[in-house]
Structure formats: structure tokens, C-alpha cells
């Protein structure tokens, strides 16, 4: 099988990559190629939502997306966020919530968000973004404080 | 994962050539990749080529009067952004936002839920109460054909060699609900759901019940049993009584039996009442 190279911005930097198979995931990229450790396997089968980064500034399972899919796109991780300014924020919110306890959900939930507010807005409600934060699964029985830091980031950024 | 090729063909004529090239079950066709991508890890050693979808103009949504006709390969979310989908057909709205999570929804599509037919799809049933149909080009043309005839079965369709769907028609818009019933509500599987719409140009229900291996399938005489936009009790019981009763219910790992041919009971008559209290609120809406 031929492997045509591939090229992603990877949070800002591009990032050329030779001898990508093109049956090649996503997640499996960012992981072992990019090195990017952040991104988190959870079930490979689209239903944890622990694998999320954001493609084009749209949140996106990398478990089920074909690296080759998305070629010449920008790609954000959770090692991106530190320099994004939402994304900034809403860690600082997770922070302060506690809104995490492996954590091993963290990145996911946090990049969800982010995608979240980057398509609805500031001014989405509390209720509407924790509706669509539903594929975000955390095994420690964390919602609570997960839904304390969306509710102290949308009060405190508007 | 089985090694693989990834063909990107950026015109219709090419992708149909491709499909046409090889052994039959060599190719699989991918348009958002949410149900393939899982499979391709138990893929059999016949699989060749993946032909990804993504650079064929059909990333549409396209209004002409009460007609909507939604491109194949336009991603759900983008569906369900669009007000016009929501106001006029809220079932199919509804039944969008059942699908996975916004992550996933932002990849996945119409396209794939027809042509992949999986047996718990939560877009088949509404579709088959809005009278859907399934536009496929192929290498003698285009055809149309209704979702109830496309479909054969679980991971069965008409579609044949070197055909490929282009979009999929809604021919009018319609009062209707979709319901489901599941363990978590996003990113799971539908244990029982139904969809409901009320015909205003036949005056007729339409009723589909999903969820259920091996396809989702209309209910005639459940129909038969609801007369008008507001239904009585009366005819609430017996639709969902004749639901229940001539239902084929298979168990599976998600549900038994029992529990299913309740649910569909259940969440019919609510389903219609719901569709129907949006029937007499459009009623006021547009005389």
C-alpha cells in the first residue's frame, strides 16, 4: 500500500508526517507519531468521547476519523489549549471546580467545551452546553463538579 | 486494522469507476466514518480500498418550497443547526440529536446511516414516517427509491454495484416526534424508538418503530387505528395495542423481548401525542 504524506497544523505548528498507513486513526497519530500523550483512548469505539480534539476548531472523535480524512486541516489537542484563550479559561475553570478526579476524561471533556463555545458562542447556557457534553463519559462519577466548572466559567465570562 | 488504501476520487464518474474496479466486497465506501471506521478493525482480508466520500459536492442542504433535500455527506450537526429543520421537521431533529454526541455528529451523516443500515440507526425510523426518499446515482444513472424499499434488512440495502447515494428528499414537512428509550442518553444505542408524523396534504399517520433488529419498520395497522390530527384515547390504545400485538420483537444483549414490546407501547402513545400537539400548534401557526 502506498502511504502519501500527510500534512496537519498541529496546535499551530505544521507538522509534516511520511508513512502514515491510510488505515491509520487519528488518535493513533496524535499519540504515537505527534507524541502528544494528552489525548486519551478510551473505548476506540466512539462512545466515551475521551479521544476529542478539535479539527478546524470543530470537536471531532479521533477514534473514528481516518488521519488521512484530514489532511492539510488544523488540529488542536489539549496541549494546544494553554494558548488558546478559551480554552485557557475553561482549564482554569475545571481547575477550580475540581472538575476532575483520574482525570483520564479531562482533555476530552475540556476540548468538547471548547468546541462547544467556539460554535454557539459565549452566551450558551449552562443547561445547553452541559446537553451537548453528553458523549463525554467520566468513569470516577464526576459530573457534578464537571457541571460547577461550566456554570462558574459561564458566570464569570459573560 | 487490516492494511487498506484510501481513495478520494474528486468527481461522481470517478467514484462510480472505483467502485466498479475489483473483486466484489474489495471496497467499502466512507462517508463520515462514524460506524465503518469501528468495523474496519474487523474487517475481512477482502477489503482493499476505502473510498472516502469527502470530496464530492454533497455537502448540501437545500430548501425548494416544502421540499428539503439534504446532500448525503452533509454532516448531522449541520442538520440539526439549521432552524428551518428544526421548526418543520422537529422528529427528524429530534431523532438527529440522538445520534451519538456533537463530536461524533459532526462527522457523521445521512448518507452513512442509509447505505451502513444498521439495525439500531436512529434516523431510519423518522425517515420512513417523513416518506424519505433515497436519491442514488449509479453507473446506468440516477434513481429514486423510498427508505422503506431501499432498506432489506440489517446491513441490506438495494444498493447496487457502483451505486452511490447522493441524497436523500423530504417531501413535505410534518407535525412529528421521535422517542426513544436507552440507557445513557448520548452515545448509545436505542433499546426501543419511535417515530410519529401526521400527513396535513393526506390526512394520514405515519408510524415507524426502530431499535429493534432487524430494520425499522412502519406500523400499518397501528396507523389504521388513529383517524384525525388528535387522536382520542380510545384510538391512542388500540394503535398501540395493534403495535404491541403484530410487532415481530426480537431480544437482544439491549433488551428483552418483553421489555421492548412494552416500550413500544409506551412510547408510541407519547410520541403521537407529542406529534399531535405540534400538528394543532402548526394548525394555528399556518391555516
Known sequence: MTNRPLSLTVNGKVRPLDGVPESERLLDTIRWRLGLRGTKEGCRSGECGACTVLVDGVSTLSCLTLSH????????TIEGMADDPVGHEVEEAFARAGALQCGYCTPGFVIALVGLLNERGRSASVDELLADLGGNLCRCTGYLSIARAVALLQKEGR | MP????????????????????????????????????????????????????????????????????GSTLPLRSLEED???????????QAIRAVGGVPLRHRATLGGNLGRAAPASDLLPVLLVLDAEVDVVGPSGSRSVSVDQFLLGSRRTTLARGELIRSVRFPEPRPSAYLWQRVRPANDISQVAVAAAFSPSDRHWRLAVGGIPPRAVRLPEAERALSSPDPTREELGSAAEHATHHLSIAADRRASEEYRRHLVGVLLERAVRSASARSLEAGRLDP
Open chain 2, 83 to 93: 432552524p428551518d429543520v428544526a421548526r418543520r421537521h422537529p422528529g427528524l431533529f
Open chain 2, 3 to 70: 492494511s487498506f488504501s484510501l481513495v478520494t476520487p474528486t468527481t461522481v464518474e470517478a467514484a462510480i469507476a472505483e467502485l466498479r474496479t475489483g473483486a466484489p466486497g474489495e471496497v467499502a465506501v466512507l462517508a463520515g466514518g462514524t460506524d465503518l471506521v469501528f468495523d474496519l478493525d474487523r474487517a475481512g482480508p477482502n477489503l482493499r480500498r476505502v473510498l472516502s466520500l469527502r470530496c464530492l459536492p454533497w455537502r448540501t442542504l437545500d430548501w425548494n418550497g416544502p421540499v428539503l433535500t439534504v
Open chain 1, 69 to 76: 480524512e484530514v489532511d492539510g486541516s488544523s488540529l488542536t
